[in-house]
C-alpha cells in the first residue's frame, strides 16, 4: 500500500485548505484510513479516520465540528477538508492506512501499517 498526501500550505487563521490522499495498493476499501498530525516537540495524534468500509468517521474533540473527512471511492482517495484553521492546527499531517478488515479502535499510531509522507499546515495568526 502506498499513500500520498498533499494540499498543505500557509494560511491566516480562519481559512481553509483541503488534504488530499491518494491510496494505491490491495485490500485498499477494506482499511481504515487515518489523518494524523505532529507539530514541533509534540508526538505525532489522531485528527480524523473514516472506515472505507462502512463510510463511518471520527474526530479527535479539537477539530470537530471544523474538519471532516470523506472518501472518493472512484478514486481511492481520501480527503481532509479543514475550516476555521487556528494557529495550533499548524503541524505536519500525514494520512495513514490500517491493515485490511482492522476491527476495533483506529485513534492510535500503532492502529496503522501504512503511513504517507507528510504534508505541512502552517497557520498564521
Known amino acids: 500500500v502506498q499513500l500520498q498526501a498533499s494540499g498543505g500550505g500557509l494560511v491566516q487563521a480562519g481559512a481553509s485548505l483541503r488534504l488530499s490522499c491518494e491510496g494505491s495498493g490491495p485490500l485498499f476499501r477494506r482499511r481504515i484510513m487515518g489523518w494524523f498530525r505532529q507539530a514541533p516537540g509534540k508526538e505525532r495524534g489522531f485528527v480524523a479516520g473514516?472506515?472505507?468500509?462502512?463510510?463511518?468517521?471520527k474526530y479527535a474533540d479539537s477539530v470537530k465540528g471544523r474538519f471532516t473527512v470523506s472518501r472518493d471511492n472512484a478514486k481511492t482517495t481520501v480527503y481532509l477538508e479543514m475550516n476555521n484553521l487556528e494557529p495550533e492546527d499548524t503541524a505536519v499531517y500525514f494520512c495513514a492506512a490500517t491493515s485490511a478488515g482492522h476491527v476495533g479502535p483506529y485513534f492510535a499510531t500503532s492502529d496503522y501499517v501504512y503511513w504517507g509522507q507528510g504534508t505541512l499546515v502552517t497557520v498564521s495568526s
Open positions: 473514516i472506515d472505507w468500509r462502512d463510510g463511518s468517521t
